[in-house]
T-cell receptor
Framework: EPEVTQTPSHQVTQMGQEVILRCVPI?????FYWYRQILGQKVEFLVS????????KSEIFDDQFSVERPDGSNFTLKIRSTKLEDSAMYFC?????????????FGSGTRLTVV | TQLLEQSPQFLSIQEGENLTVYCNSS?????LQWYRQEPGEGPVLLVT?????EVKKLKRLTFQFGDARKDSSLHITAAQPGDTGLYLC???????????FGGGTRVLVKP
């Protein structure tokens, strides 16, 4: 069964450093998303991406965050200057239709720890 | 703001027992999805319910969407230790297709 692949599985970084989280969505999917889950809290939407541009973003997704699809397969989330409160599991997801009726396929996540 | 509230937050039962998890909102959702999440893993889609009153079965799991499309339930019959996990409901927000997630119900099935 097709999978969404995320790397690294765990990233530890110092406060103020830049991190790039990588995702390889399912190959025929066109819509890509980043969600995050702070320990013990709900899964929260960060951003959606379609046709090489952001289609929607949450209030969490401020100027410190950016997304990019640098080639035909990777989808990245960059945090420019990490803060302690950015520590969370970050999940990439993809779907092949704009509607969510078919549901998303999520990756296994990257655990980001900011120290 | 469309919120999804799940109850209970935690459920511990013996193997063979039945359980029901609830997902409620004061808002109407066009559809609701149920996911299961294992520790350290991403959510895995179980089912999507779309029509008010819809019932879907997935082996021992039965999913129901309320008539008014404001609530949903997940019922597990004869639970097994392999059913242990965090069960999440999620629905698309009114505008766009981003998902709002409930807080989850952590289910522990003891052998």
């Amino acid at each position: 069964e097709p999978e969404v692949t995320q790397t690294p599985s765990h990233q530890v970084t110092q406060m103020g450093q830049e991190v790039i989280l990588r995702c390889v969505p399912i190959s025929n999917h066109l819509y890509f998303y980043w969600y995050r889950q702070i320990l013990g809290q709900k899964v929260e939407f960060l951003v959606s991406f379609y046709n090489n541009e952001i289609s929607e973003k949450s209030e969490i997704f401020d100027d410190q965050f950016s997304v990019e699809r640098p080639d035909g397969s990777n989808f990245t989330l960059k945090i420019r200057s990490t803060k302690l409160e950015d520590s969370a599991m970050y999940f990439c997801a993809s779907s092949n239709r704009m509607t969510v009726l078919l549901g998303y396929t999520f990756g296994s996540g990257t655990r980001l720890t900011v120290v | 703001t469309q919120l999804l509230e799940q109850s209970p937050q935690f459920l511990s039962i013996q193997e063979g027992e039945n359980l029901t998890v609830y997902c409620n909102s004061s808002s109407v959702f066009s559809s609701l999805q149920w996911y299961r999440q294992e520790p350290g893993e991403g959510p895995v889609l179980l089912v999507t319910v779309v029509t008010g009153g819809e019932v879907k079965k997935l082996k021992r799991l039965t999913f129901q969407f309320g008539d008014a499309r404001k609530d949903s339930s997940l019922h597990i019959t004869a639970a097994q230790p392999g059913d242990t996990g965090l069960y999440l409901c999620a629905g698309p927000k009114a505008a766009g297709n981003k998902l709002t997630f409930g807080g989850g119900t952590r289910v522990l099935v003891k052998p």
